[in-house]
């Protein structure tokens, strides 16, 4: 895509540096702390890796708000990325778990045009995994080269995870200015917009045309700060992909503080912050936490619910691309399935149990989405999004839905995270998502990726090229769905009364 040359004030042009001189060397620019030099690519474009975008969170900076950048002298090398956050090995997560580390707040930042100046879209990127594993740079699936070739300038983050990010405990909210704990991880992501506001204009970047978006945890995370008012206005698009976001993962300051305070007894701590300072990450992850919703309700980040606030419409009203997969997670087993409609839903479990034929008569699965377990376990992600998005248009916020029903080939069905190779164009044979992918598979990619990249261009999706793509709205119910057989065409949401059970749960916000 041929990227037009644009005009720009001349404070931002001056942060935009040249490319240096020297064929030996990499790219080089000033940013928060002193100088980096990156790598450059092929056709102008630059990437630069592990930048610090706030002090490393350890010993006494271990569960408070990330600090300021400590500066460096000389040239920082930027040419490998940071390290994944501490967690623990899942067998999924492996990679990431062996190399992880305390020290972990760092971007990465993929740019088209480095050393000219413009003012491109850019697009933040928030990694998956439960808020307790994962990894941003250090995943090769986002590997920015196919998706800055559209003209966007790429930063992908890595924020702390488990309970060095979500820990909550009342002396923690007593040495907190804010008053308050938890939620490290989501300032750990406020930092990093903060960062791409007083720095990506060096990359050619425009500080104020950022989309953020990310993928099942960072889908939730984008919800949740779509109702912070600590990141209102870092942010004017966002894209959310099988964002799972239920009462569950919202916890009060009381009940976080009480549980962090029953870990801290656990582990021979207490309330002595510097006995629990001092215990090594392999200490604190012999809890296992995976329980423990990540967003606590603590005055500051979040003075109310993000359910509450979406529901009374008070969420950032930015253009807003919201879905799932057709198939995310089965349930673990039929008991499981009962136990968690019992609960989720209450009275009305009969009548859920009876909807995904868990009661009665016996049902064939459906050839798209599966079993009663499949469509029960996939809905938890996929029915939310629906209604958000619902409740978003109702709002007057342009809002547009999708489903992605491909499967990677050779699999026969999509599966969670199985949109990633296709929004980051990286359909690879090998690789934690490997795929047989074919032309199709590769056409679809292109597809995806011009959605994205002209909502972070324009606010819309829709351009020269691709499909008309709908607005949702909650009368039409329509979304654009990317075929099992990688087609692309407008559909309308048949999933209502799915929906209208889900309807009464989350609007039980506060």
Not at 271 to 283: F, G, I, M, N, W
Not at 390 to 410: C, F, I, K, N, V
Not at 478 to 503: H, K, M, W
Request: charged fraction near 20%.
């Amino acid at each position: 895509m041929k990227i037009a040359k644009l005009l720009i004030p001349a404070a931002l042009a001056a942060l935009v540096p040249a490319t240096t001189s020297r064929a030996d060397d990499g790219p080089r620019a000033e940013v928060t702390g002193g100088a980096i030099e990156g790598s450059y690519l092929p056709g102008g474009a630059a990437v630069f890796r592990g930048i610090p975008t706030a002090r490393p969170p350890v010993g006494d900076l271990r569960w408070r708000e990330p600090m300021p950048v400590e500066p460096w002298s000389g040239v920082r090398q930027a040419k490998k990325p940071g390290p994944p956050a501490v967690q623990r090995h899942e067998g999924w997560n492996d990679a990431f778990a062996t190399a992880s580390s305390e020290d972990c707040l760092y971007v990465d930042v993929w740019t088209p045009s480095f050393g000219r100046n413009g003012r491109l879209p850019v697009m933040v990127w928030l990694h998956g995994g439960a808020n307790t594993g994962g990894a941003g740079g250090f995943d090769p699936v986002y590997d920015g080269r196919a998706f800055i070739s559209r003209g966007v300038v790429l930063v992908v983050v890595e924020y702390r995870l488990g309970i060095l990010g979500f820990l909550a405990h009342p002396e923690l909210t007593r040495e907190s200015p804010h008053h308050a704990s938890g939620n490290y991880g989501f300032m750990d992501q406020i930092a990093a917009l903060r960062w791409v506001r007083a720095n990506i204009a060096r990359f050619g970047g425009d500080p104020r045309n950022v989309t953020l978006f990310g993928q099942s945890a960072g889908g939730t995370d984008v919800l949740a700060l779509m109702a912070s008012p600590r990141a209102r206005g870092l942010f004017q698009r966002a894209i959310v992909e099988s964002g799972m976001f239920l009462p569950s993962l919202i916890g009060s300051l009381a009940e976080r503080e009480a549980q962090g305070e029953a870990e801290a007894r656990s582990l021979g701590a207490g309330t002595d912050l510097a006995a629990l300072r001092a215990l090594s990450p392999e200490q604190l992850l012999k809890l296992h936490t995976g329980g423990r919703g990540p967003i606590t309700v603590d005055g500051w980040v979040f003075p109310r619910s993000p359910l509450e606030v979406w529901r009374d419409h008070g969420e950032a009203q930015v253009p807003l691309i919201i879905g799932g997969n057709a198939v995310e997670f089965g349930a673990s087993s039929r008991e499981a399935a009962e136990s968690e409609i019992a609960a989720m839903f209450g009275q009305s479990s009969e009548k859920a149990l009876v909807l995904y034929g868990l009661r009665g008569e016996t049902r064939e699965p459906d050839p798209l989405y599966g079993d009663g377990l499949d469509q029960w376990g996939s809905d938890l992600f996929r029915i939310p999004c629906i209604l958000l998005g619902e409740w978003h248009s109702r709002a007057g916020a342009p809002t547009w839905e999708y489903e992605l029903d491909r499967a990677m080939p050779p699999e026969p069905r999509v599966r969670h995270s199985g949109d990633l190779p296709y929004v980051f164009g990286n359909l690879l044979p090998t690789g934690s998502l490997p795929g047989a992918y074919t032309p199709a598979d590769h056409a679809l990619s292109a597809t995806i990726q011009a959605y994205w990249t002209n909502l972070a261009r324009t606010g819309d999706p829709e351009g020269p090229n691709v499909p008309e793509w709908d607005q949702f709205r909650p009368a039409a119910r329509a979304y654009i769905d990317f075929g099992t057989d990688a087609s692309v065409s407008q559909r309308t949401n048949e999933r209502v009364p799915f929906c209208d059970l889900y309807r009464k749960v989350l609007q039980r916000a506060d």
